[in-house]
């Protein structure tokens, strides 16, 4: 072989691994509409074309395979080409930032729903109550999220114990998934109760509340 033709052979490879891997960054035509309101370990809360299903690893729903999942992330397969999205990530020709943040919750085995969620910038877990008008954490709680509530006003608050010292402190910011709310009310309380903090209304009242077959989404216009 001539050097010359070997010279255009190599081109000519070069040329077709280029095309190939031009090829697979096109976004899939046809793609199904896909937004990710839930992660949990295992699972993800997808809504593919517009119906919303609890899709367990190893599971499909709608052209949508879910390959892995944890609290932060969810590895889907649509066509045989993966994609890694976050919460309220959405995809269909390509990725776009949605125009409603959106959070779903799977009620637990105790038929509470229960999530994680950023006070003042550090995680806990806290359990949705949309009975308490106020946000409501514990001593202990307080002292694990870094904040003062000594300089908060000293009150009472009534508990299923009965009567308890509180201080009101107003949190600089509470987020659950990307749902953020700055400047929220919160109660306190001194002792152990509650046991989880409690995302009351003074956080509720800035979303809406959905509930259907055991899965509470909350959503909020951006």
């Known amino acids: 072989m001539s050097a010359i033709l070997e ?36 699972a993800a809360v997808l809504v593919v074309n517009g119906q919303r299903k609890l899709v367990r690893v190893g599971q499909s729903f709608g052209g949508v395979t879910v390959i892995a999942a944890s609290g932060e992330s969810v590895t889907i397969e649509v066509d045989g080409q993966q994609q890694v999205l976050g919460l309220s990530q959405r995809i269909d020709s390509n990725f776009v930032a949605p125009t409603r943040d959106a959070v779903s919750i799977v009620r637990d085995g105790a038929l509470q729903y229960r999530t994680s969620a950023l006070i003042n910038d550090r995680s806990t877990t806290v359990l949705v109550d949309t009975g308490a008008n106020i946000m409501a954490l514990s001593t202990g709680h307080a ?12 009150s009472k608050v009534q508990t299923a114990s009965g009567l308890a010292n509180a201080y009101r402190v107003t949190l600089r910011s509470v987020a659950v998934g990307s ?23 003074t ?5 809406t509340l959905e509930e259907n077959n055991g899965i509470l989404s909350l959503s909020r216009m951006r």
């Open 143 to 154: 002292a694990d999220l870094g904040i003062d509530y000594r300089s908060g006003e000293a």
């Open 203 to 207: 956080y509720l009242r800035h979303v």
């Open 7 to 42: 010279v255009n052979v190599i081109l000519l490879r070069t040329l077709l691994v280029g095309c190939s891997l031009l090829w697979l960054s096109v976004p899939l035509q046809g793609s199904p509409a896909l937004s990710v309101e839930g992660l949990l370990p295992q």
């Open 179 to 201: 749902i953020r709310v700055e400047n929220v009310e919160a109660a306190v309380i001194e002792g152990d109760y509650p046991s989880t903090v409690l995302l009351g209304m």
